[in-house]
């Protein structure tokens, strides 16, 4: 044994999940991690995605809500649509040429493009 070094025998799974660990990190794996430390390094990935998957989770709970007050405020818009459409009626007899309904609006704010009254349409279209 040479001096200063100190030689450690690696389980054989031990072995094998350092390297799949490496390959997933885009990392040599005959010599991840280089300071030779496996189960800290092991323990670290582990500790790091698992806050970022708390961070992902966070994130994607403020946008779902965001989208569902979209859709929310959309669907109120909807509804002011259809006033607007039976005000119309009532006042000059007929009905506006294009006319959306709530379930259209709130398509709208759930994706990018949608069919509305026949043609693809984006929700700035409207």
Do not use: F
Not at 15 to 25: D, G, M, V
Not at 97 to 103: I, L
């Amino acid at each position: 044994m040479a001096e200063g070094h100190i030689t450690v025998k690696i389980d054989p799974s031990m072995e094998e999940l350092r390297k799949s660990i490496a390959e997933i990190l885009g990392e040599p794996p005959e010599t991840w991690p280089d300071h030779g430390n496996v189960p800290l390094a092991v323990a670290s990935v582990v500790a790091l995605l698992h806050a970022g998957c708390g961070r992902l989770e966070i994130e994607s709970d403020r946008l779902r809500g965001l989208a569902e007050r979209a859709a929310d405020m959309l669907t109120a818009y909807g509804e002011l649509i259809r006033r607007d459409g039976a005000s119309h009626v009532e006042e000059h007899h007929y009905l506006p040429e294009v006319e959306h309904t709530a379930s259209e609006l709130r398509q709208c704010a759930m994706g990018p493009n949608v069919l509305v009254a026949g043609a693809d349409r984006r929700p700035a279209d409207l």
